[in-house]
């Protein structure tokens, strides 16, 4: 199975990612090791972690895991992240030069999109899925507008979405939905306040959950 493969077919099961951005190295392993014992199974590491390349390839040792780099913002910088181990790239923005890469090194690109028209052009560069980032006011109700039009989009809004409408944002279309601070919280993260996080883990794995029932 392609990585490109691999991503697409662990968002589909899982429909949620859990996204790291830290101060350091050794917290962010530890918080999200505690996300992982509480169920999530696609991770991203933004590459502005400390040591990030290193975190990817740790996670990437659990076969049970689908890792991915973020704030992939040059072709140099992809092909590092994906030397350790990284099966799909995500960005902020959409540059096709990043996405033309990820397609070269045969693994899944998730660039950054904010409008119908960013969406688009992503879908037409080849992203496995397009990051709608940030999310407008409300998630649910942009992503059910984009996709009437636009249903063969992959949309993975990963801003904006909590506990509270992660169900409606699946509800409404979402292939799967990505946490930062609602997960990763920095005070809880740089406190090492672990049982906290995989309370916040649980919750937020229940509320994509129940998307389904």
């Known amino acids: 199975m392609s990585s490109e493969t691999a991503f697409t077919a662990a968002l589909a099961q899982h429909r949620a990612v859990a996204i ?9 392993a530890a918080a999200m ?18 040591g990030a390349m290193s975190l990817v390839a740790e996670f990437a040792r659990d076969p049970r895991l689908t890792v991915g780099a973020g704030t992939v913002m040059d072709p140099e910088t ?6 350790a181990g990284a099966r799909f790239l995500v960005s902020p923005v959409l540059d096709e030069r990043v996405v033309a890469c990820a397609r070269a090194l045969g693994v899944a ?12 052009r992503a879908h037409a560069a080849g992203a496995a899925a397009q990051k709608l980032f940030p999310g407008p006011a409300d998630v649910a109700a ?7 039009p636009l249903p063969f989009l992959t949309l993975v809004p990963t801003n904006g979405v909590d506990a509270a409408n992660a169900a409606a944002v699946l509800q ?10 609602p997960l990763f919280a920095p005070t809880l993260v740089q406190s090492g306040d672990l049982a ?15 998307a389904a029932a």
């Open 142 to 148: 942009f992503v059910r507008s984009v996709l009437g």
């Open 20 to 28: 790291m951005r830290a101060t350091s190295r050794d917290h962010a």
């Open 109 to 120: 690109a998730v660039p950054g999109c904010f409008t119908p028209t960013e969406l688009w």
């Open 33 to 50: 090791w505690s996300a992982v014992e509480a169920g999530f199974r696609v991770v991203e590491f933004t590459v502005t972690t400390p």
């Open 196 to 210: 906290a996080i995989g309370e916040r883990a649980t919750a937020l794995l229940a509320a994509v959950r129940s």
């Open 172 to 181: 409404a279309g979402a292939a799967g939905v990505g946490f930062t601070t």
């Open 78 to 83: 992809a092909g590092e992240a994906v030397r």
